[in-house]
């Protein structure tokens, strides 16, 4: 019985239905994997599965958006529902929980990469399917890596117990299974590199525009992310000029800050993560209800509960003329004496249903600051730096050294409030986590996620992470 739970828990053979759009559906039924990616629409089909994994509450539906803030001081809770109150109050356990889903989706993408192997396609056809399963490669590693692992710029050695499980061959049947343990850090740093230049070559020549699904310059700019983690500087600066020649997504001004979050698709994003009438998370646990206690612009009474609303320290960072307080709202009802973004306010039309921006263009300057100045430009660490200052509406500034450094994580503190960047920068930064109630150090092993007993249980190469 272990054995059986074993490739339950681990993998799932692939579902999907066939659908026109490439990122429409989610999967509907189970087909036979021998028999099923044989045609372009089948392997399209199972492509469009593993976008739409990263629509779950424990991807980009509510979890690795809200549970960075909550566990951090950049969010407190409000009282108002019970709902994510053990990541506020980092309880041993209460954390981001993206395994199962992620290592399903991977060995989705596994299964198309070895369709596209095994059978005969047009070279484009081959071309566009790798590229967005490449990407998507890329996303669901360094996504499992932040949560369950230390990043290479942060690394305590006792508690060091490597990285996550590489799977690298899709699995068809139980017979093929084996139970990985932790690869070392810099081999899934390799692995995710590897898969995101190939993601780059291979979509170069597609001109896509559309940030719903993966472009050459999608590929870049999650690159450029990945290499800031990896502490790969000049990297940084490669990629996220790159992504910012591609012309995905558009750097919005000032006077459209506001508007931008109002809309549907954000203008600035470089990849973002659709969803769909019938995809909606509802009242309780999409990002809206979330965040906020409002509907729209409009609303006078409450109509969620609004969890996780602005701390004190996060609220009085944003100068009085910064164009990003224009999104920032007082509660209503029992929220009435906290404040809570509205970055995601049902800007679909329809309550509780928002995309979810992953990569915007905004990141990819503080990201080029940043690593300007850790290279010791200052000249361009301050351009950059002052890009996102002078779009806030705040005067530009000359800053060298810890000042620098330090100015930059700020604007990068204050652009991505409540887009799911805090515990994860501070993470990488071997930060400790203050909070109201007390101080979480690095060194906690609270820092890290635990890994699904249920998995360290019944795969015995898999080595938990220290304090679980």
């Keep these: 019985m272990k054995k059986l739970n074993t490739y339950l828990v681990l993998f799932l053979l692939i579902t999907f239905a066939a659908c026109e759009s490439f990122v429409e559906t989610n999967p509907q039924q189970s ?27 424990s991807q980009y539906g509510r979890d690795m958006i809200a ?11 409000a009282g108002t529902g019970i709902r994510l109150t053990g990541e506020a109050n980092n309880q041993p ?14 060995n989705e993408a596994n299964l198309v990469l070895r369709a596209l192997e095994e059978n005969e396609f047009s070279v484009d056809f081959r071309n566009e399917i790798e590229g967005q399963i490449r990407f998507l ?73 559309t940030p719903h699904y993966a472009s050459h310059g999608a590929a870049a700019a999650l690159l450029s992310r990945v290499a800031l983690y990896n502490g790969d500087y000049q990297k940084v600066i490669t990629e996220a000029d790159k992504a910012l020649a591609s012309g995905v997504g558009t750097f919005v001004t000032g006077d459209n800050y506001f508007s931008s979050w109002r809309q549907e698709v954000h203008p600035e994003s470089v990849f973002e993560v659709v969803f769909m009438t019938n995809e909606n998370l509802g009242q309780n646990e999409s990002l809206r209800a979330t965040f906020t206690t409002r509907f729209n612009d409009q609303t006078t009474t409450a109509t969620s509960q609004g969890l996780a609303v602005f701390s004190p320290e996060l609220l009085d960072l944003y100068a009085e003329e910064d164009v990003r ?71 530009e500034v000359a800053l060298e050294g810890d000042d620098l450094i330090e100015e930059i994580l700020t604007q990068r503190r204050l652009e991505f409030s409540f887009e799911g960047h805090r515990s994860f920068d501070l993470k990488r930064l071997g930060l400790d986590i203050v909070k109201e109630f007390g101080t979480i150090p690095f060194e906690d092993f609270r820092t890290l996620a635990r890994i699904p007993i249920r998995e360290v249980d019944i795969n015995p190469n898999l080595e938990q992470n220290p304090g679980y």
């Design 137 to 209: 490669l890329g996303l669901y590693y360094h996504n499992l890596a932040r949560v369950y692992a230390y990043d290479p710029t942060a690394i305590i050695p006792e508690n060091d117990r490597g990285g996550v499980p590489l799977l690298m061959t899709g699995i068809r049947n139980v017979n093929e299974i084996v139970l990985a343990g932790r690869a070392p850090i810099s081999e899934v740093y390799e692995y995710i590199y590897e898969n995101l230049e190939m993601a780059y070559a291979l979509l170069e020549g597609a001109n896509t525009q």
């Design 31 to 57: 087909i036979d994997a021998d028999e099923a990616l044989t045609s372009p629409e089948a392997v399209r089909a199972a492509t469009n599965s593993v976008f739409s994994r990263l629509r779950a509450i």
């Design 325 to 395: 307080r224009s999104i920032i709202y007082r509660g209503l009802g029992m929220n009435s004496g906290v404040f809570e973004t509205t970055k995601f306010f049902s800007r679909g039309g329809i309550n509780n249903l928002d995309n979810v921006p992953v990569i915007r263009v905004s990141e990819l300057y503080l990201n080029k600051a940043e690593a300007h100045a850790r290279l010791g430009q200052t000249e361009e660490a301050n351009e950059n730096l002052n890009i996102i200052r002078q779009r806030a509406g705040l005067q």
């Design 93 to 106: 356990g209460a954390h981001i929980n993206n395994w199962q889903n992620s290592y399903y989706a991977i």
């Design 67 to 77: 549970i960075p803030e909550v566990l951090t001081d950049n969010s407190i809770q």
